[in-house]
């Protein structure tokens, strides 16, 4: 196991620093930037870890003698031999400033439980599942949609991204496209996963918040779907907490009722972030 990792300090300097009891050291694989504010990395797989698709884990950097750890859910599905993640840039952020940094081979930590809400386990089944999500609330989907269960247990998905700009919508655009044609996935996915993007600041063919989205039917519309109904649907939801209370209040209108792990019902709520 390894006990200590090396990093490079924001003066340039290597400096070895020691990793926590109960983290796993693992290695960057990779790193893609979408834009100034966001990007993806993918990290070696302790072969251990076990998450359900959807879960969040606690990540930080082996950059100090007590790391800042912060949530992440992790993007890549359940049977993927690496872990994915994608990621907002804070210029300020304790974790997000040097985490913007990293690079292929460089070290990321990871404590080693996951959990969250936003699993299929947390649902009864039904006909469609809308995935409702903003920013990087697109995250846990992304695991979602690449897991074979998904579809096992739904006809069709629904996944909806918005963001302010059209470049944000950048990672989500390649999921769906990537996930259609995978060879594994694409045979369960192919017609049954619809991708549903707007923009809420920058003109694109598709304006508008999800929620005005939903409550003048256009998303509907657009997708062959009736509106929310609890027989056929339910509903998942991630983004910023405005959009979880608003999307919330609106399904909850139409007679869903939240569940979880104990309790499986008709939709489930994370927080893409806090604040
Ligand atoms: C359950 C859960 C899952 C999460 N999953 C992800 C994820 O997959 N990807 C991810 O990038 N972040 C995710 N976050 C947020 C993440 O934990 C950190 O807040 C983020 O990495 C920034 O860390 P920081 O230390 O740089 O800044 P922080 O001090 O954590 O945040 C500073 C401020 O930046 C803003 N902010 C933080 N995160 C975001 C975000 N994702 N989108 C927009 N604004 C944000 C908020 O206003 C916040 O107050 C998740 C949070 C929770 C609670």
Redesign the pocket.
């Known amino acids: 196991m390894q006990t200590a990792a090396l990093l490079k300090t924001d003066a340039g300097e290597t400096t070895e620093f020691p990793i926590p009891a109960g983290v796993y050291a693992e290695k960057v694989v990779s790193v893609k930037h979408y834009t100034d504010?966001?990007f993806s990395f993918r990290i070696t797989r302790p072969q251990s870890f076990r998450f359900r698709s959807g879960e969040?884990v606690?990540?930080g950097l082996p950059n100090a003698t007590k790391p800042?750890f912060?949530?992440?859910?992790?993007?890549s599905p359940a049977w993927d031999e690496e872990l994915e993640?994608?990621?907002?840039?804070?210029p300020?952020?304790?974790?997000?400033?040097?985490?913007q940094k990293i690079q292929p081979g460089d070290t990321v930590l990871m404590r080693q439980k996951s959990t969250?809400t936003l699993v299929t386990d947390a649902l009864t089944p039904a006909r469609n599942l809308y995935m409702i999500a903003t920013?990087?609330?697109v995250?846990?989907f992304a695991s979602l949609v690449r897991d074979p269960d998904t579809y096992e247990k739904f006809d069709r998905i629904i996944l909806t991204n918005t963001c302010r700009d059209v470049a944000e919508l950048a990672y989500g655009d390649a999921l769906a496209e990537l996930t259609r044609e995978d060879p594994l996935i694409g045979e369960f996915a192919g017609e049954r996963l619809t991708y549903f993007r707007s923009t809420t600041r920058e003109a694109s063919e598709r304006m508008g918040r999800i929620t005005s989205l939903i409550e003048s039917g256009e998303l509907f519309r657009a997708v062959g779907t009736e509106p929310f109904n609890r027989e056929n649907d339910r509903v998942m939801i991630?983004g910023?907490m405005a959009m979880l209370k608003d999307v919330k209040a609106l399904v909850e209108a139409t007679g869903l009722v939240e569940g979880s792990l104990s309790e499986p019902g008709d939709f489930v709520v994370?927080?893409?972030?806090?604040?």
């Open positions: 504010r966001l969040f606690m990540i800042v912060r949530a992440y859910s992790i993007a993640f994608f990621s907002i840039k804070v300020d952020g304790p974790l997000t400033q040097h985490l969250g920013g990087t609330g995250a846990p991630c910023s994370e927080r893409a972030f806090v604040g």
